[in-house]
């Protein structure tokens, strides 16, 4: 008996530490993504440790602080371009920094389902997400949800344009375009 409690133990370790070691790291946001607020953000300045910073959010005023320097506009910026206003700001204190800037996790950008869905709110968009995906993360429909008259709201530069999704076709592997990748705002409708 105790040798089987010390196999299981030692079986469960390993699995432990081998799904340890297969998480995936977070993807690279792309190069034009803007910061926004309640992004987390890892600012590394090479050789100054005590200057860098693991893990940070971009605060609700769309500002980060860090040592020595204080109070950075985040929020509105590329990853490039905070790096670059970070480096100006080091430079104070050290020469010739090499400063990188990483997002961690996007919380800024989210997208909403309402209607006939198990779960029906607002996701996160932490990496490019389909129709078929939030509908995943939601739940999937209720019973009485009508999935051939999906529609995707979008309002970009103050135009508003709709989309049809009709779940019975991309099901079937027909009309897949209808599949679109969501963007920031999005509002998915299930009648």
Known sequence: MKHSRLAICLILSFCTTTMAFQQPSPAPAPEDFVIGLEDILA?????????????????????????????????????????????EKVKEFVASPNVTVVVLKIASQTVSIVGQ?????????????TVLELLARAGGFREDANTKKLVIVRDENGQTSRFSFNYKEVSKGLNFQQNITLKNGDVVIVP
């Open 43 to 87: 600012i590394n300045v090479w050789r100054e440790p005590e200057l860098s910073v693991k893990e940070i959010m971009v605060r609700p005023d769309g500002k980060i602080s860090l040592p020595l320097v204080g109070d950075i506009q985040a929020s509105g910026l590329t990853p490039k371009k905070l790096q670059d206003r970070i480096t």
């Open 117 to 129: 869905v198990a779960r029906p709110g607002v996701y996160t968009l932490g990496s490019p997400m």
